[in-house]
């Protein structure tokens, strides 16, 4: 199993009472520190807008702006977005981003791509909230685009909902055939039909019951338009807690709950809690997340990557992640 991390970015609320000016400082001294630590082979931000589980005033800094930065100030760790929303930047211009960030990256870009489904964000930012089937829409021709500006250095595209004629992208990615397409989301009729015929990576959910259903759609999807499943890495996201003791796994999500309460309301931090962190296979001693996260292994999944909430404060968990954890999945 391959790993990748998260490095917060405020989406999640993960830098709150941390003075906004120095945010840049904390992210970047963790995307160091990750490339330098072999474990993981990929940095992830999200591509959001407004702080989840609900819109506040806290900040929540730009995908493509932190992938440009990320890009200059690592080195070896490659780079993504899980995953950038199609509709939310024309696809010829976001190709020519990819590829110049590859660029600066000496060939490190990983391309997720989604629907996109954060209805507040979208209307706040005067893009309407269409229809699923034309968001999805727009994703199958956005990624058109992306393939053809990767490979021969231009894009035309007379479609549904993208005209481009001629558009160039130069440079073109340092990564001989472009740049790696990761098709985020479990929809079973277009969203994984979309993976079949494009994508280099998938990303879904990640419970057995529920990994290995999807894995069956895909496969589906694949024998239908002609592409090797096996060629496809499955991947899935783990929001992570991890202590020595379920006593100390208890103590850090209560602290995790009080750390968002200021922002949230006491119920809907708590809400916020159960939901994502209580019932993911990445909460838990060392020896309850390998074995829950073996069984997926086992179905197939091949990539995982883990967002630990409290890295901006305390890199413990992390850290005893690395050494008890990582070494048994990979």
């Not at 490095?7 to 000016?21: E, K, M, N, S, T």
Request: one cysteine or more.
């Amino acid at each position: 199993m391959r790993l990748g991390i998260f490095v917060p970015q405020g989406w999640r609320l993960d830098l709150v009472d941390i003075d906004p000016a120095q945010q840049w400082g904390v992210m970047r001294d963790l995307a160091q520190r990750f490339d330098a630590n072999d474990t993981w082979e990929s940095l992830w931000v999200y591509d959001h807008f407004h702080t989840v589980p609900a819109p506040t005033d806290q900040a929540t800094h730009e995908a493509w702006t932190l992938m440009a930065a990320f890009a200059a100030t690592t080195s070896r760790i490659r780079l993504g977005q899980m995953c950038t929303a199609i509709s939310y930047r024309n696809p010829a211009y976001l190709a020519k981003v990819a590829s110049t960030t590859d660029l600066i990256s000496g060939g490190r870009v990983e391309m997720g791509i989604g629907g996109g489904w954060y209805e507040h964000e979208w209307r706040a930012y005067g893009y309407g909230f269409p229809s699923a089937g034309e968001r999805l829409g727009r994703l199958d021709e956005g990624v058109q685009i992306f393939k053809q500006a990767w490979t021969e250095g231009k894009a035309t595209l007379d479609g549904k909902y993208y005209q481009v004629d001629g558009a160039i992208v130069q440079p073109l990615p340092l990564q001989e055939g472009g740049i790696p397409l990761w098709i985020a989301g479990g929809g079973e009729k277009k969203t994984l039909r979309i993976a079949a015929k494009y994508a280099d990576y998938t990303n879904f959910v990640g419970d057995p019951e529920g990994f290995a259903h999807k894995s069956e759609i895909l496969r589906a999807h694949c024998a239908d338009v002609g592409t090797d499943f096996d060629a496809i890495v499955r991947s899935s996201n783990y929001n992570a807690v991890i202590a020595s003791t379920e006593a100390e796994v208890e103590q850090r999500l209560t602290a995790l709950a009080a750390r968002l309460t200021p922002y949230l309301g006491e119920e809907k931090a708590n809400g916020w809690v159960n939901d994502l962190f209580r019932t993911s296979a990445a909460v838990g001693t060392p020896e309850q997340i390998i074995e829950k996260l073996t069984k997926v292994r086992d179905l197939g999944l091949g990539y995982a990557i883990f967002n630990f909430p409290e890295a901006a404060y305390d890199l413990s968990g992390v850290e005893l992640f690395e050494r008890e954890v990582a070494p048994a999945l990979r």
